[in-house]
């Protein structure tokens, strides 16, 4: 079997749409298009006849800037420290205490019948002692 060759010419080609005409619209490309235009214009001219260095802003106004940033800097690091200090208050400190076999079972056995953690009665435990003693 020979595959069978395909002209071009038996696709049949949908014509071209036409643009809306919106008239503001049209009078944008124009500008556009002539905007382009110059711009190639002056991309072919020499480059000396171009200026490429930006305005540079009054000496007053660019201290008014630097100083703005540098608060604004100096705020975000305080309210940094300030973020760091309050979780450093939240960190949990842990003790290891070394319990009699007898005396793990009954804290099990405590922590189980009244569903709470085993850590939970002993800081209460831990709490009750310090304000009985006055700490």
Do not use: C
């Amino acid at each position: 079997m020979s595959k069978a060759t395909i002209d071009f010419q038996q696709f049949s080609l949908a014509p071209r749409r036409k643009p809306a005409t919106l008239e503001p619209s049209e009078a944008l490309l124009e500008v556009a298009a002539g905007a382009e235009a110059e711009a190639a214009d002056d991309i072919r001219s020499e480059p000396a006849e171009r200026d490429t260095v930006l305005p540079r802003l009054p000496e007053d106004e660019r201290r008014r800037r630097t100083a703005k940033r540098a608060a604004e800097q100096q705020d975000t690091r305080r309210r940094l420290k300030s973020l760091k200090r309050a979780k450093d208050r939240a960190i949990k400190f842990y003790v290891n205490v070394p319990l009699e076999q007898e005396m793990k079972e009954r804290l099990m056995r405590a922590a189980h019948e009244n569903d709470v953690k085993m850590t939970v009665i002993m800081q209460a435990a831990i709490d009750t002692y310090l304000e009985d003693n006055g700490y």
